[in-house]
């Protein structure tokens, strides 16, 4: 069964704290991507790799960064947490090729709380 | 800009009873349009998609939805809904691109919930 893991599903960190948030998928997918859910509002596009060691800012990449040193993994980075970035992570991937080109494949998400 | 707009946040319905849920996009999204949906606690999984061929489309737990491209909508609907069916769901479009990075564009989202 395909899968994108996401290593925490809840965390609770204080304000100015770094955290980082892992997702690994096992499809071999080139492109990868950190969205953010709040209520009403959808998801939010944080960041997209399509390839390893590249990067895309989405609609809403300030106080964030990612990493994509492997092309399983990617990882979201908050430099110094605030409180408004108290949220669920969901992360997902994507092949650019066959069948399913286009179709997210998403982990169980991360919610985070910012004290 | 291409949108997608759910019309609905919330829809209460009795189980068994019949649903629709509400998409338009904006015509100058890619017309390949996606529903997914999240049970609670969980990530989003693909419920149906239209990429070409047949307006009526046909997904997993019984879910149809029709691209209509004269109204600009891609309503999803069940004819006779269960418990377990409630989850929100969300409407999506991939941007400018096509498809092929897979930054899809989603609506607010509707959370339908069905009561015994």
């Known amino acids: 069964d395909v899968k994108v893991t996401q290593s925490s599903r809840y965390l609770v960190k204080r304000t100015g704290e770094k955290v980082f948030l892992e997702c690994v998928q096992d499809m071999d997918h080139e492109n990868m991507f950190w969205y953010r859910q709040d209520p009403g509002l959808g998801l939010r596009l944080i960041y997209f790799?399509?390839?390893?060691?590249?990067?895309e800012k989405g609609d809403i990449p300030e106080g964030y960064s990612v990493s994509r040193e492997k092309k399983e993994r990617f990882s979201l980075i908050l430099e110094s947490a605030s409180t408004n970035q108290t949220s669920m992570y969901l992360c997902a991937s994507s092949s650019k090729r066959g069948p399913n080109t286009g179709e997210l494949f998403f982990g169980e998400g991360s919610r985070l709380t910012v004290l | 800009a291409q949108s997608v707009t759910q019309l609905d946040s919330q829809v209460p319905v009795f189980e068994e009873a019949p649903v629709e849920l509400r998409c338009n996009y904006s015509?100058?999204?890619?017309?390949?349009l996606f529903w997914y949906v999240q049970y609670p606690n969980q990530g989003l999984q693909l419920l149906l998609k239209?990429?070409?061929?047949?307006?009526l489309v046909k997904g997993i737990n019984g879910f149809e939805a029709e691209f209509n491209k004269s109204q600009t909508s891609f309503h999803l609907r069940k004819p006779s809904v269960h418990i377990s069916d409630t989850a929100e769901y969300f409407c999506?479009?991939?941007?400018?691109?096509?498809?092929?990075?897979?930054?899809?564009?989603f609506g607010q989202g509707t959370i339908l919930t069905v009561h015994p």
């Open positions: 239209y990429l070409s061929g047949s307006t």
């Open positions: 015509s100058s999204v890619s017309v390949y």
């Open positions: 999506a479009s991939p941007r400018a691109g096509g498809t092929s990075y897979g930054k899809l564009t």
């Open positions: 790799s399509y390839d390893v060691k590249m990067k």
